[in-house]
């Protein structure tokens, strides 16, 4: 059983649920990090059914380096930082400065201050840093406007971030989910975990993986 951590960024059902199974399966413990008390409880449970120790902690990651709060108080060496948190939103003329300001923590600021946080421990299992991404990076919508906004700074993070980290030998990767994530479809959540495997497996990966389902 593996004593590499892996830290799940905006743990809750759907995706993250599926890659921390996937991880959990692998013997990686775990470390579950999300603001709803209720749902870190009800995921934690069938992922300890797995045999491996499963943490969690309540943190906001709309709200300024409380992720990275969490993070930094780890010790063990990282073999993953699962990035799923999402600030979500419509409209940008129809937004409050405020929803913006707080969507962007989610979207940016959160990224890579949680990444700055985990750093030591992910050059010592030479880890990789996994972000969720989605179409609207790439096909934007002014329905969801926000959301748009928020997923082409969370691409062009990981992009940066990947080229920053190179040289320490941390890698970074985003899954970019172009479709509506649902268990009936190609869009399943098991399905996406897929390449999330695949991307912290396979060190020659690409930076980006567009999942089209």
């Avoid at 743990?11 to 199974?21: D, F, I, K, L």
């Avoid at 603001?35 to 995921?43: A, C, G, V, Y």
């Avoid at 709060?69 to 799923?84: F, G, M, T």
């Avoid at 912290?200 to 089209?212: L, T």
Wanted: no cysteine; proline share 6%; glycine share 8%.
């Amino acid at each position: 059983m593996s004593q590499e951590l892996v830290i799940i960024v905006g743990s809750g059902p759907g995706v993250s649920a599926a890659v921390a199974a996937d991880f959990a399966r692998k013997g990686h413990p775990l470390l579950l990090i999300a603001r709803t008390e209720s749902k870190l409880k009800e995921q934690a449970e069938p992922l300890a059914a797995l045999g491996v120790q499963v943490e969690w902690k309540i943190a906001d990651a709309s709200k300024p380096g409380d992720v990275a709060r969490v993070i930094s108080e780890v010790k063990a060496p990282i073999a993953a930082l699962v990035y799923n948190a999402a600030g979500w939103g419509g409209p940008l003329l129809q937004a409050k400065e405020e929803e913006l300001r707080a969507a962007t923590e989610v979207n940016l600021y959160t990224i890579i201050s949680s990444t700055q946080a985990a750093l030591e421990g992910l050059k010592q299992a030479h880890g990789v840093v996994l972000i969720t991404g989605g179409g609207f990076a790439l096909y934007p919508s002014s329905q969801f406007g926000i959301l748009s906004v928020g997923k082409a700074m969370t691409r062009s993070t990981a992009f940066l971030l990947a080229e920053e980290l190179k040289p320490t030998g941390v890698r970074v990767h985003t899954v970019t989910i172009a479709g509506v994530v649902d268990p009936a479809t190609d869009f399943a959540p098991a399905k996406i975990s897929q390449r999330y495997m695949e991307l912290f497996e396979n060190p020659d990966s690409p930076i980006e993986v567009v999942f089209q389902g």
